[in-house]
């Protein structure tokens, strides 16, 4: 039996409001599997279970505001015997769709005694089925029935408010989320003695590749330039490990695997970097699909929990037009960032010649408690030689 | 399909692409990135949508092309 807590979140948040339970007492779970919804300062977020098993209770309540590693669960292992006999929803009768929900059919005295629930608390079939339905134990629940037994309107009382649509508090939604990132980046800036190294790649090889590729390729299966940029820096991850891990208590732990996290600037002035999980192994066409999912998830404020925690180094572009570079803020506990100005034609000297050629700048910083400038210039000088011979991304 | 028929579906598709928009504050002049802060991963998003609801292939070349919702109305009626 395991206990099924709440996730870590991001270095910015400690705190996620449950919003939503998606499975119920009775439901099997496999890792990965989303459980539960929580609405964070950074959109409402998706939660994952990590064990496989059978769900045997839910021990947080709706409308519960909870920290880091509360228990949301109750996990019983495949094949674990239960501890006591799995509450199941009760059967919906058969006249139940024809039948209004008039809260008046509750004051109706019942026909039987409520039944007491394994767990010894008297309620009625109605108000199981509901507390069920919504994801509220009955444990939370003061009964206003005869004997003190849970009836439905106990329930409906405990029901947590309908959350406001995104476009009507959005502006509270985006003040929230900027003292997230104040937070997070002030404890960066004050804890992490960061070191810069800048770099300026010629793109030619990339863009001549990419216009050749995209050109009788079907719109969704377009690569973009930033996804070449995200395959090159996986790939000399591998081979520069100090920029890729977590920095803890005992210091740095390389990661071997490399999520790289992918900042996404939202409308109005929010930004997300949820993690692209094994970015080295993903083919390119796998890796853009997955830039374009977390795109549009991070829009709808869809993320899951491990695409907010499981970052071990971030990418953030400019885009297709703007300043020719930008130096970052590490996410912590990450201890590197690599950061692109806009793409396109730059003074490059080729054959001792100038001339005008695609190009893009990236800055890395980096933790200087980690490492210094020979590696951080080594890890850029890696991502412009995997950029030469972009068909081998 | 009407100029208008189809401004109003791209602005469904856009929307679509990018919940956090109100589909009643986007102008017909609303330029995708410089108005709406948009970014190139949601265009293809876009683009990919469109192609699917209209049947129109769309190539990067023309991408100025749809950059508004009454460029795209314009651009595409002449396509459908």
């Keep these: 039996m395991a206990v099924f807590k709440m996730p870590s979140l991001g270095a910015d948040m400690e705190a996620g409001k449950l919003v939503e339970w998606l499975v119920k007492p009775g439901d099997t779970v496999k890792h990965g599997d989303v459980v539960a919804v929580v609405e964070t300062q950074k959109g409402a977020i998706e939660i994952e279970v990590f064990e496989d098993g059978v769900v045997e209770k839910l021990v947080a309540e709706l409308g519960q505001s ?19 006999p799995t509450q199941t929803a009760p059967p919906v009768a058969p006249q139940a769709p024809a039948e209004p929900a008039a809260p008046a059919a509750e004051a109706a005295p ?10 010894g608390i008297a309620a009625s079939p109605a108000a199981k089925a509901r507390a ?13 029935g005869p004997g003190g037994a849970i009836v439905l309107s106990d329930v409906e009382t405990k029901k947590p408010a309908a959350t406001p649509s995104p476009a009507q508090d959005r502006g509270a939604y985006l003040a929230e989320m900027r003292k997230a990132i104040a937070a997070a980046m002030a404890r960066s800036k004050r804890e992490i003695p960061h070191y810069y190294v800048t770099h300026t790649i010629d ?85 853009m699909e997955a830039m374009r999912d977390l795109t549009m998830r991070a829009r709808a404020g869809r993320l899951k929990s491990s695409e907010m925690s499981m ?9 297709e037009s703007g ?37 893009v700048t990236l800055t890395l910083a980096a933790d200087h408690r980690v490492s210094d400038g020979r590696l951080g210039s080594k890890f850029l000088t890696a991502i412009d030689a995997k950029l030469q011979t972009p068909e081998e991304l | 399909m009407t100029e ?8 469904e598709e856009l929307v679509r692409v990018a919940p956090d928009l109100d589909p009643a504050e986007i102008a017909g002049s609303d330029h995708l990135q410089d108005d709406l802060e948009l970014d190139s991963m949601d265009i293809l998003n876009l683009v ?23 460029l795209a109305a314009a651009f595409l009626a002449k396509r459908v």
Excluded: C
Aim: net charge negative; no cysteine; glycine share 8%.
């Design chain 1, 203 to 287: 793109l030619s090889a990339a863009s001549d590749w990419l216009s050749a590729a995209n050109a009788d390729r079907p719109p969704e299966e377009r690569i973009l330039m930033g996804a070449l940029l995200m395959k090159a820096m996986a790939l000399a991850a591998r081979e520069e490990k100090a920029v890729n891990g977590h920095f803890g208590e005992d210091g740095f732990t390389p990661s071997a695997a490399i999520h790289l996290g992918l900042a996404i600037a939202l409308r109005g002035g929010g930004l997300v970097a949820p993690a692209i999980l094994d970015a080295d192994k993903k083919s390119l066409q796998d890796l």
């Design chain 1, 311 to 319: 970052a071990t180094l971030t990418f953030s572009a400019l885009g």
């Design chain 1, 66 to 84: 909870l920290p880091v590693g509360a228990p949301l669960a109750i996990i019983q292992a495949p094949g674990e015997a239960a501890e006591a």
């Design chain 2, 48 to 70: 990919i949508a469109l192609n699917q609801r209209f049947g129109v292939a769309i190539a990067e070349a023309d991408y100025p092309q749809i950059a508004t919702p009454d």
């Design chain 1, 132 to 144: 069920a339905e919504l994801g509220i134990a009955l444990e939370s629940l003061t009964g206003s």
């Design chain 1, 323 to 359: 300043v020719e570079a930008m130096a970052g803020i590490i996410v912590p506990p990450q201890v590197a960032i690599v950061t692109a100005g806009a793409p396109g034609l730059q003074a490059l000297v080729r054959d001792g010649e100038v001339i005008a050629a695609q190009a």
């Design chain 2, 4 to 11: 208008d028929e189809i401004r109003s579906a791209y602005i």
């Design chain 1, 110 to 119: 019942p026909t039987a005694p409520p039944a007491a629930t394994p767990s």
